[in-house]
């Protein structure tokens, strides 16, 4: 039975663990529903091992085909957790855990890699194994990074990895990815910029921690501006500015300043925390005040593998007819960089159709990109690892 037939045979099925996983929304690495949920629908298919607790609460399932000879072994990965977002698409199905939503469609990549699973354990057409991924924690827990320190590459084979995401504002089945740099770093900063507190209206005797943090805000704009190459790509934003008085005619002792840093390339990664890191320092001295500077380091680029790239992208062509190869990189970030800096592979965007933006509370996945996104899994496993008897 031809593949994407099969797909329209389960789409029911897929579609409801989907709507189910949607109802019941869990954050971070706190999954115990979701986890449970996923390791036992792997076992009732009859996969060759399901293994809980990899990453805190991430679970993988082996299915090797019907030869093994080739040796090869690729990782197929899905993210499971939600946001703590109050829902507001007045599904039948919507969230029955307040303030918390999958807004990003977890829920639905779950479901299409279940769904793939469940073909390959039935028909297990390819000569080596698949690793499948469920990984926690990709909203902000780096889920993706406690996967692979806790030895996931290592100890299931992997060789290659591969992963998707949708994306509203493409059509629903259509995908979308390029070689190189696809989504970018994202590191966050806070300052606390300490002068001399006192009346507004005796500036002399203070030092204006508020006139200096805005100084602050203004220098960090000519990282971009002055720094880094026109062609280049970074985001330098102060998102948050706080200071410890709120009356009018108090200067304050102390401000806090909150940002982030975005990046495609890592060498402007570094270059922009060196510039920082300088910038807010002299410029808080020339008003005489100090600064401290806290800077974490999160999510890497996440950067595609050029031959695995082009590989998702023909296998993408082959499943929905349609695929654009050279999609502009984007500035959010995702953890599967951490498992692309492990191994090679590729990370490839699902249209989610005219939907809300993810992350916004009238979000919603596309059920409509879920034979597409079950055949671009499981036909990856098949081209990749192919019989040849």
């Known amino acids: 039975m ?3 037939n099969r797909f329209a045979e389960l789409f029911p099925q897929i579609a409801a663990w989907r709507r189910d996983l949607h109802a019941h929304p869990e954050l971070l690495y706190d999954l115990p529903r979701t986890s449970g949920f996923v390791a036992g629908t792997l076992r009732e ?15 993988v399932g082996v299915i090797k085909g019907r030869a093994t000879g080739s040796g090869k072994v690729i990782g197929l ?8 977002i109050l829902e507001a698409t007045g599904a039948e199905y919507a969230s029955t855990v307040a303030g918390k939503m999958h807004a990003c469609g977890h829920d639905g990549h779950t479901a299409m890699l279940l769904g793939a699973a469940q073909y390959l354990a039935e028909t297990r057409h390819f000569d080596g194994t698949v690793v499948l991924i469920f990984q926690p924690a990709e909203e902000g827990g780096a889920g993706g990074k406690a996967m692979v320190d806790d030895g996931l590459m290592d100890r299931f084979g992997i060789q290659e990895v ?8 493409l059509p629903a089945g259509q995908f979308a990815i390029r070689p190189g740099a696809l989504l970018a770093s994202a590191d966050e900063f806070d300052i606390t910029v ?3 507190g006192g009346h507004a209206g005796m500036p002399h005797a203070a030092i204006d921690t508020t006139l200096a943090a805005s100084h602050v805000v203004v220098a960090l704009q000519s990282i971009v501006a002055r720094n880094v190459d026109p062609l ?10 706080h200071t410890d008085s709120v009356a009018s005619n108090v200067i304050a002792h102390q401000v806090k300043l909150g940002g982030t840093v975005r990046c495609l390339d890592p060498a402007l990664r570094d270059l922009a925390e060196e510039r920082l890191r300088a910038l807010v ?14 800077y974490k380091r999160g999510y890497p680029v996440t950067m595609n593998t050029p031959d695995n790239t082009e590989f998702a992208a023909d296998i993408a062509e082959e499943v929905s007819g349609a695929v654009i190869r050279d ?21 490839i965007f699902i249209g989610n159709g005219d939907s809300a933006m993810c992350h916004h509370p009238a979000y919603d996945f596309n059920d409509e990109a879920i034979p597409a996104g079950c055949s671009w899994f499981a036909t990856l496993a098949e081209r990749r690892m192919p019989l040849t008897a």
């Open 194 to 196: 300490t002068g001399k």
């Open 77 to 84: 990965r899905a993210d499971m957790d939600a946001l703590p």
């Open 45 to 59: 298919m009859g996969c060759d091992a399901v293994v809980e607790g990899v990453g805190r609460s991430g679970v």
């Open 327 to 347: 999609i502009k990189p984007l500035m959010p970030a995702e953890d599967f960089s951490y498992m692309l800096e492990a191994r090679p592979g590729a990370f």
């Open 281 to 294: 320092t002299h410029t808080a001295a020339a008003y005489g005040a100090e600064a401290a500077i806290d």
């Open 162 to 169: 591969y992963g998707m995401h949708n994306m509203p504002g």
């Open 232 to 241: 280049g790509s970074m985001v330098v934003t102060v998102g948050s500015f």
């Open 2 to 4: 031809p593949l994407k």
